[in-house]
């Protein structure tokens, strides 16, 4: 019997190839990596100590290095079990809960006319590539150029170009044989009912080849040219070859591109928005970019993603329909999360997409994106608590009956269990704040002002600045990474005078938007900054507006980093990063960076208030303490619990351990 190709990819496909030959061999525990789907184990096919089969779930193929063996499948079982090839397809069938084929003429005409199908779109790719390359391509080759793709990347991606006719690709492919049953069935032209004459579905448009896993064309995308188009972007019709929710842009190259190669790992494949994007970003060193076509992610996109890398990472767009797109694909993947299967977000900045970044800013700019990829626990735990209040038991019970609910749809039960724990544990520090202020019932305590040895409290508003508490670190501190505690701006400083985080947001918020200087210029010239380097960066910046009225980040940048102060500006945006203080980096809207501001800033002049006051009242404390001078401590302490239980609920600015609490 002979089985259509496409049968036989899909079973492969829904059948993890170690998961057939793990029915048969033990695979080896310290050569195995099963995250990315590579496994080893001794050869069943001839007797030896040390495993040298090696199977690789995303080629869904086996090799052994000791016999050479290799093979799929159905070579597997044919070759171990001595099945012949119906009986291997039927047990792997079996094993996809895929039903076999029925054996019937038709099934088989339709794969034969498949073929033909192929041959048809490939000679469509050809004779756009060549209008591409013709006078009457002229205007597409400009449009090209000034999106900067160079010749050889056209050519690797088979670019071309539609005439601005109705019949011309029509007449020259049946010119070379094809049939208009075949023309039509491959979706190159409109036709129908109502429609006398068939005409070219594409015209006057830059052609973009859509090819399959084996890289066979089998549609396309058509970008206008003529802004007066009803639609820029154009795909072919769904047909027999052609399924778009079960397909990615550029898989096969991206597939590749994966693989460990020259020493280096592997790649995580990167999922990206246009054809543009990928074929821009390929360009600029990034080959294992796909991209959907034209639609939201789909649950079987989401799987061809998993087959290539086991943590895809999805990069948007950073403005709101690039978030909530974001969104959408996090309840899209979290039914399906496995051991060592997850997916990673990476945020655009905003009003850039991936062509656009790297060419203003090169490749290192969408390495930059790459690098602050946040996993998908947090995408899911910032949606879900950022932005809301939870000033009473009951909102905080239904945040945590939410997460709940939502970790609950996650079907293995292992990375359920772990995501359930993962959510009480944020929520549990993201309320802890308020409650630990009031375990301290003993006001004067062992020290006589009673707050500890800084006069906040360890994990109030002392030199700590927001009162982390890292895993592992001492109370009140950032959590200090290894590249940042070898950073001038830390040494310069004693071990006990970290660069506070809100002073570091409040001044790259600045940074980044100058002009919310000018918006009030004399709150901001006021700014009472604790950290003597950072003191020194704001009249820096102070200075720089002064001397010309700065409008936009890069321009700050460039004048601090003329003035000497470039290394703390790097030291600073490792700070925010680490914390995930997203409204202080660069890809915050101007909007969200104004509100940040005005809650942090108002948070700082109220901490640095009572901070004065209390010190006030314990020298006063040390010469009298009758019952008046005491009872102003217990006001200005509990002045202080009130601000900590504030802080806590505020979007972004509430991090009580050395978990951001979302919001950025």
């Not at 019997?1 to 990819?9: E, G, I, Q, V």
């Not at 690797?156 to 039509?184: D, M, V």
């Not at 946040?374 to 239904?398: K, Q, Y």
């Not at 915050?588 to 901490?607: G, I, K």
Request: with cysteine; proline share 5%.
């Amino acid at each position: 019997m002979r089985f259509p190709p496409s049968f036989l990819d899909e079973i492969r496909d829904r059948v993890p190839i170690s998961t057939l030959i793990g029915m048969r061999v033990s695979f080896d525990r310290k050569k195995t990596n099963a995250a990315k789907g590579d496994f080893w184990a001794c050869c069943p096919f001839h007797g030896e100590k040390t495993p040298s089969f090696h199977c690789e779930d995303r080629k869904g193929r086996y090799h052994c290095f000791g016999c050479g063996v290799t093979g799929d499948h159905f070579k597997f079982l044919t070759d171990l079990e001595g099945l012949n090839f119906p009986e291997a397809v039927q047990r792997v069938a079996d094993m996809a809960g895929v039903p076999m084929p029925a054996r019937d003429a038709e099934s088989e005409k339709r794969e034969a006319e498949r073929a033909t199908l192929h041959d048809v779109m490939d000679m469509a790719a050809r004779f756009f590539e060549q209008q591409l390359q013709s006078a009457a391509g002229a205007k597409a080759r400009a449009y090209l150029r000034d999106r900067g793709l160079s010749a050889a990347t056209q050519q690797a991606f088979r670019l071309g170009y539609a005439p601005e006719s109705r019949n011309a690709l029509k007449e020259h492919l049946a010119s070379k044989g094809a049939t208009r049953e075949q023309i039509e069935a491959c979706g190159l032209v409109y036709s129908g009912e109502g429609i006398a004459v068939s005409y070219d579905r594409f015209r006057d448009r830059i052609m973009f080849p859509i090819e399959d896993t084996r890289g066979r064309v089998v549609a396309f995308g058509g970008r206008a040219l003529s802004p007066d188009a009803p639609a820029k972007y154009l795909n072919s019709p769904e047909t027999e070859l052609f399924h778009k929710g079960r397909m990615l842009y550029n898989a096969l190259r991206a597939r590749k591109a994966c693989q460990p190669q020259g020493g280096e790992p592997a790649k995580a494949v990167i999922a990206v928005e246009g054809y543009m994007d990928v074929i821009a970003l390929a360009q600029a060193g990034f080959a294992q970019v796909v991209a959907p076509m034209g639609t939201a992610l789909t649950e079987d996109q989401l799987e061809l993603l998993w087959r290539m890398s086991p943590e895809p990472v999805l990069c948007f767009d950073g403005d709101q329909a690039g978030i909530r797109a974001a969104h959408r694909a996090v309840d899209l993947g979290l039914p399906a999360l496995k051991p060592g299967k997850s997916l990673r977000f990476a945020l655009l900045p905003e009003g850039k997409d991936p062509d656009d970044l790297v060419k203003a800013d090169g490749p290192q700019a969408f390495h930059a994106v790459l690098r602050d990829a946040r996993p998908l626990a947090d995408m899911l735990w910032t949606r879900e608590a950022s932005g809301g209040v939870f000033d009473t038991p009951e909102r905080r019970a239904e945040l945590e009956a939410r997460l709940r609910e939502i970790t609950a749809r996650i079907g293995d039960e292992n990375v359920r269990r772990h995501y359930a724990q993962e959510m009480r544990d944020r929520a549990q520090q993201f309320f802890g704040q308020a409650r630990r202020g009031n375990q301290n019932d003993n006001p004067r305590g062992n020290n006589r002002n009673g707050f500890g040895q800084n006069g906040y409290g360890q994990g109030g508003y002392g030199q700590g600045g927001y009162g982390q508490r890292s895993r592992g670190g001492a109370p009140g501190r950032l959590a200090v990474s290894e590249s940042l505690a070898r950073s001038s701006l830390v040494k310069s400083a004693s071990s006990t005078s970290m660069p506070p985080l809100r002073e570091t947001a409040i001044l790259l918020i600045l940074i980044n938007h100058p002009r919310l200087i000018d918006e009030d210029f004399e709150a901001m010239a006021a700014l009472d900054l604790e950290h003597p380097q950072l003191r020194r960066l704001h009249l820096a910046m102070l200075d720089a507006m002064a001397a010309a009225h700065l409008q936009d980040g890069l321009e700050m940048r460039q004048a601090l980093r003329a003035a000497g102060h470039g290394e703390t500006i790097e030291t600073l945006e490792v700070i925010v990063r680490r914390a995930r203080v997203w409204t202080a980096t660069e890809r915050a809207a101007e909007e969200d960076a104004r509100e940040a501001l005005r809650q942090a800033v108002h948070l700082h002049q109220r901490a640095r208030t009572l901070h004065k006051e209390l010190r006030a009242v314990e020298a006063a404390l040390m010469d009298d303490e009758t019952g008046e001078v005491f009872g102003r401590l217990i006001d200005i302490q509990n002045e202080i619990r009130k601000a900590e239980a504030i802080e806590a609920l505020i979007e972004g600015f509430g991090i009580p351990s050395g978990r951001p609490a979302g919001g950025f």
